[in-house]
């Protein structure tokens, strides 16, 4: 009992002394890196992967023009998002049986032209982009890095039985891992709304995005609590709540 709750002190002294405030949400959060560290992980990762894939590098033709307009999106996101000593960069993957966007730490971008034919203009890869850099801003690798390594390390230390370890994994994983998760997307969401506000997007499109991405899906998604996504049904319904915020920003900002 006394190493436990010895356990439990010192736990609870580490996400004190670690914990972080995020922009725009203003949300606390849990992070044992630094965001030197971030940046580090980040700018490794996406020079390896950028190496071995297939990028789209020239303006001609039509996945030459998406390419432009995904690096004006991405200059008009990055000049509106708060300063973190982010170094901002994204590029075009060639991949159109690929429908996905991803940001890591520091701000790295990747886009595939798999997911072009949804986004269909500038306004919806801003409502994409910009939840992923609300990822990246938010720092949600490196949270979720954190806690998985704090969980475990807590779980070790208790007990050296490994069914109960095993035990205690599974509880983690349903009853924090998987709602964690979906927390984040919601806040990715949150973040990238209010980007795309300040760029000068209509943030209402956010809701129409994920309106189609819903139709797209046909109800075939992964039952929202087993997933680290929340159903794009739910996403639509923060976002409109959310609107009234962006639209102020949208209203100042418009061109």
């Not at 997911?115 to 801003?137: F, R």
């Not at 890095?145 to 007990?159: E, K, N, P, R, W």
């Not at 039985?161 to 997307?185: K, T, V």
């Not at 506000?197 to 129409?208: F, H, K, L, S």
Request: aromatic fraction near 8%; glycine fraction near 8%; proline fraction near 4%.
């Amino acid at each position: 009992m006394k190493s436990l709750l010895l356990l439990s002190a010192l736990a609870a002294s580490l996400m004190l002394s670690s914990c972080i405030t995020t922009p725009i949400t203003g949300t606390s959060a849990f992070n044992m890196f630094s965001p030197e560290e971030d940046c580090e992980l980040g700018t490794e990762a996406y020079s390896q992967f950028t190496a071995e894939a297939t990028l789209v590098t020239t303006s001609f033709g039509d996945k030459g023009k998406w390419k432009d307009t995904v690096e004006k999106v991405m200059s008009d996101l990055a000049s509106v998002a708060e300063e973190q000593g982010y170094a901002y960069e994204v590029k075009l993957i060639d991949d159109d049986s690929t429908v996905n966007a991803w940001c890591l730490p520091c701000g790295k971008m990747a886009v595939y032209t798999g997911i072009l034919p949804i986004c269909k203009d500038a306004t919806g890869l801003a409502v994409v982009m910009g939840h992923e850099i609300g990822h990246a801003m938010a720092r949600h690798g490196t949270q979720r890095m954190s806690l998985d390594t704090a969980v475990q390390t807590a779980l070790s230390l208790a007990t050296s039985d490994e069914n109960l370890q095993s035990l205690g994994s599974l509880a983690y994983q349903y009853g924090a891992a998987l709602p964690f998760g979906r927390n984040h997307e919601l806040e990715a969401d949150h973040i990238g709304l209010i980007l795309m506000a300040r760029a000068g997007y209509d943030p209402r499109e956010a809701v129409v995005f994920w309106e189609r991405m819903e139709s797209l899906s046909g109800g075939g998604s992964t039952p929202e609590w087993l997933s680290t996504h929340p159903s794009h049904e739910t996403r639509a319904k923060e976002l409109e709540a959310l609107l009234p915020e962006a639209m102020k920003s949208y209203m100042a900002n418009k061109p």
